[in-house]
């Protein structure tokens, strides 16, 4: 099944296809912080890409070969759009070393170097460190990065499997996913509030509401994949695309401009 990029207007109205890249495996797609540039991972090739917003322009700004130089993934614009954070995974798959670049994929920089696997690298709201997850032990410990400074700092940790985490706008806290389940990291008293299930949350760019992707039960077994839009506590929740049978969603991601919009890889 190939992966293709939307977007859709946060009420359902306007699902428009970008582009025509499918592929295997397609994931991470990011708005850059002006709204003019899609980054995304390709993981048949292990290069990450740019397009403009209207799908044009396609172009490799980390290229390589899976086989020989590993898998390039998870790609985060810095907040001024200057530089671009990913992961380098090795060619067998192994740990992840989180990287940073320009946004023109020169001037490559090695954040994170050792044993541990590291991923999900996003940017703090101000720009002045990379937040990631380091795995090790059945743990999953949260740490930031000052990209000058290469100074770790670690924030919480908690046990079992983590993904997708997002900082709030204001910097308050870090909407992340544990076990199927959306929490909510409060930065002042360090306390994990549980919200609701889900995956792949994304926060708007004022902080009231989440993008996400739930799983309702369909035919045979098996799941119905369903693009949500809600309030950041997980109410009011709105389907706004529903996959049918043989289709899946994920990964979606709001547009920085005024009429912003989820983007999702189908």
């Not at 946060?10 to 708005?31: C, I, K, M, N, T």
């Not at 898998?71 to 992840?96: F, H, K, L, N």
């Not at 199927?180 to 760019?205: I, K, M, N, T």
Request: proline share 7%; hydrophobic share 40%; with cysteine.
């Amino acid at each position: 099944m190939a992966s293709v990029i939307h977007t859709v207007n946060p009420d359902g109205s306007h699902v428009r296809q970008l582009g025509s890249y499918g592929a295997d495996w397609l994931f991470g797609p990011e708005w850059s912080p002006d709204g003019s540039t899609i980054v995304y991972a390709d993981g048949n090739v292990g290069a990450i890409f740019t397009m403009d917003a209207d799908g044009s322009d396609r172009a490799s700004i980390v290229a390589g070969t899976a086989a020989v130089h590993g898998w390039m993934q998870e790609p985060a614009w810095s907040p001024d759009g200057s530089q671009i954070a990913y992961v380098r995974r090795g060619t067998a798959q192994a740990r992840g070393d989180v990287m940073l670049m320009a946004a023109d994929g020169s001037e490559g920089t090695t954040l994170t170097n050792g044993p541990a696997d590291d991923t999900d690298p996003t940017w703090s709201p101000d720009g002045s460190s990379v937040l990631f997850l380091r795995h090790g032990h059945g743990k999953v410990a949260f740490f930031t990065i000052a990209p000058d400074e290469i100074n770790l700092q670690q924030l919480f940790r908690v046990e079992g499997t983590v993904t997708s985490p997002a900082w709030l706008p204001d910097g308050s806290g870090v909407i992340f996913v544990r076990a199927g389940q959306v929490s909510l990291y409060h930065l002042s008293d360090g306390s994990v509030e549980p919200l609701f299930e889900g995956r792949d949350p994304a926060v708007s760019p004022d902080g009231s509401q989440l993008v996400w992707v739930r799983l309702t039960p369909a035919e045979a077994g098996s799941s119905r994949y369903e693009l949500v839009v809600s309030d950041l506590k997980g109410g009011n929740a709105a389907t706004i695309v529903r996959c049918e049978m043989d289709c899946r969603l994920g990964e979606p991601d709001w547009s920085p401009l005024p009429s912003a919009a989820p983007s999702a890889t189908q």
